[in-house]
């Protein structure tokens, strides 16, 4: 019985360190792909706009309408063509737009997101910036 005990221990123990690490690696996976898909998004975008002379009104003209953050949110797009003003787009913490063209990004894992990436609900968004030059988590940026 303590022979059974002690197995037990040792395996919550395994587990009590493994799991942490486990949530961690598959969140880096979700990053990693929430990026390649912006990726490919602008990708779509550049030929979109290469064929029509003009950007897209919103991301199912450019084919990826129906694509899904890993988190299961539709990708966010904004076009600044279409918008009067900056208040709409993601700024800095300069409040200095993200972009001259176009927003894309992620709402991360929590969904949420604000216009300013020093929102605490921007940080885990996944963002286009710098015209492309950047693609990552809004918190490095």
């Known amino acids: 019985m303590v022979e059974l005990l002690i197995t037990l221990m040792i395996?919550?123990?395994?587990?009590?360190?493994?799991?942490?690490?486990?949530?961690?690696?598959?969140?880096q996976a979700k990053i990693a792909r929430a990026v390649?898909?912006?990726?490919t998004i602008e990708d779509d975008i550049t030929f979109y706009e290469t064929i029509n002379g003009q950007l897209p009104d919103d991301l199912s003209q450019a084919g990826d309408g129906n694509?899904?953050?890993?988190?299961?949110?539709?990708?966010?797009?904004?076009?600044?063509?279409?918008?009067?003003?900056?208040?709409?787009?993601?700024?800095?913490?300069?409040?200095?737009?993200l972009n001259d063209d176009y927003d894309l990004y992620s709402m991360g894992q929590d969904g949420a997101s604000a216009s300013p990436l020093t929102a605490s609900?921007?940080?885990?968004?996944?963002?286009?910036?710098?015209?492309?030059?950047?693609?990552?988590?809004?918190?490095?940026?």
């Open 11 to 27: 395996i919550a123990t395994v587990s009590a360190i493994a799991i942490p690490s486990l949530m961690a690696s598959i969140y």
């Open 36 to 39: 390649g898909d912006i990726h």
């Open 67 to 97: 694509l899904l953050d890993p988190w299961g949110n539709p990708y966010q797009y904004l076009n600044h063509t279409d918008m009067k003003g900056n208040g709409q787009a993601r700024k800095d913490r300069f409040l200095v737009p």
């Open 121 to 141: 609900k921007s940080q885990d968004d996944i963002i286009r910036a710098a015209n492309g030059s950047y693609i990552g988590l809004a918190a490095n940026f």
